[in-house]
């Protein structure tokens, strides 16, 4: 078996926090563009600065070659500072190209330059010829453009960011709607599942497998409901033919007192298979949701009524307090079943004389019986057919219904024992705080 559990560790993931799909999909989108546009925003400033640099480097040499032209036609060349300026020097050096910030008349103020260093022999002679051009425009055309760039990505980022919501909600509407179907499937409704179908692929799978399997689910309900139904009708016909053969023994018969002690034993047995069988039934039928008739009903007159009906079979140690009237919404066999099973538990485990208290109040039913110790396992009380002792009386169902019932509509039944007591109850609304 262990490739099964490594398999169910491959598939159990830490789930922190749940969200819906929707928004899921959503926040990757918008983790993701915000990550894209600002790296773009990056690229394309950088890019963009160098592509200008690479122009205004290309212009200052252009510049320079229209003046060496201009010596070498011995035209008359001004400086132009801090634009351009020739001047003749004693030797030649190496040609340099780098940025500077230069006090610039025409603005007032010191600016950024671009200048280019050449040194040529012209006519010989040599020359020194320097030319820049300012920088600061291109650093704005630059700017301008990233920002135009971020006005123009955020107004197409929120279109698609509302556009790629609308669809995902328009693609994944046919899985919602089948999800809701799912929810409100039961497999004790007769109405069958309506799922609707979508032109995806996947989806279309997925509706058409989940039909197939809502479909044979069914039907094996179905199929285990008539079998749980067969078993017990045909199991309580030959005890009740073995009953009836039995009693006409010892009306018609002339039976020894040995012979009766027997046919009594053989009674007994016949009344456990009945329990036993009836016991067996209740959850089954509490497991696959049959009981789903749920009305208002008042466990406090349900316990008054239980009492009379022990005492009238001369069971007269049983107290009934209550100081509010205990009213819940359940399904009346199974408050009846739960009621009488707490009861029938504290008579099978008293004795004779010993009195079993039962007390009700607004929010919850405690079932008492007197004990000389606890019960070493009361975690396996609501186990099927475990008893704590060998006690012949208890089919060992009594309590699983009562947990069954109680995990069916969310009630909880607890143990606990005190000044000699073994106390049962159950809380069918949570405590006030």
Not at 155 to 160: H, T, Y
Not at 230 to 250: G, M, R, V, W
Request: aromatic fraction near 10%.
């Amino acid at each position: 078996m262990e490739p099964d559990i490594d398999l169910q560790k491959t598939k159990t993931f830490h789930v922190s926090k749940k969200t819906t799909l929707i928004k899921k999909t959503t926040k990757t989108f918008l983790i993701t563009g915000l990550i894209l546009a600002f790296l773009s925003c990056i690229a394309l400033y950088f890019y963009t600065h160098n592509l200008l640099q690479k122009e205004i480097e290309e212009e200052l040499h252009s510049t320079e070659g229209r003046i060496t032209d201009a010596i070498r036609d011995h035209k008359e060349i001004y400086s132009l500072s801090p634009i351009t300026e020739v001047t003749i020097v004693d030797s030649l050096k190496a040609e340099s190209l780098k940025d500077t910030v230069l006090f610039d008349p025409s603005q007032n103020e010191r600016e950024l330059f671009r200048e280019l260093s050449t040194y040529k022999r012209i006519n010989n002679i040599n020359y020194h010829i320097v030319i820049r051009t300012l920088v600061v425009e291109t650093d704005e055309i630059v700017m301008a453009i990233v920002l135009s760039n971020i006005a123009i990505f955020l107004l197409a980022f929120l279109f698609l960011f509302y556009f790629n919501k609308a669809q995902n909600l328009r693609i994944w509407q046919p899985f919602f709607d089948n999800l809701n179907q799912m929810k409100e499937f039961s497999l004790t409704s007769s109405h069958p599942i309506v799922l609707v179908d979508s032109d995806i692929v996947e989806f279309s799978e997925l509706k058409t497998h989940i039909q197939q399997l809502t479909t044979k689910v069914r039907t094996d309900y179905e199929n285990l409901k008539q079998y749980t139904e067969n078993i017990s009708h045909e199991l309580q016909t030959p005890l009740a033919i073995i009953q009836a053969k039995i009693d006409n023994i010892i009306n018609e018969h002339a039976i020894n007192d040995r012979q009766f002690e027997q046919v009594s034993s053989i009674q007994k047995d016949i009344q456990r298979l009945k329990q036993l069988n009836k016991k067996i039934t209740i959850l089954t039928k509490i497991d696959n949701n049959q009981f789903v008739n749920i009305e208002e009903v008042s466990i406090s007159q349900l316990v008054n009524e239980k009492v009379e009906d022990y005492k009238e079979l001369e069971i007269k140690n049983i107290v009934h307090l209550a100081n509010e009237n205990l009213q819940v919404e359940i399904d009346p066999y199974l408050a009846e079943i739960l009621v009488n099973n707490l009861i029938s538990n504290a008579i099978k485990h008293s004795l004779q004389n010993e009195n079993i208290v039962i007390f009700t109040n607004s929010s919850s039913l405690l079932v008492s019986n007197p004990g000389e110790i606890a019960i070493n396992n009361p975690d396996k009380l609501h186990l099927r057919f475990y008893r704590e002792q060998n006690n012949f009386k208890s089919t060992g169902l009594g309590l699983s219904i009562v947990q069954k019932i109680c995990d069916l509509y969310g009630y909880t039944l607890t143990y606990r024992f005190e000044n000699k007591q073994h106390i049962f109850s159950v809380l069918f609304f949570p405590a006030k705080s």
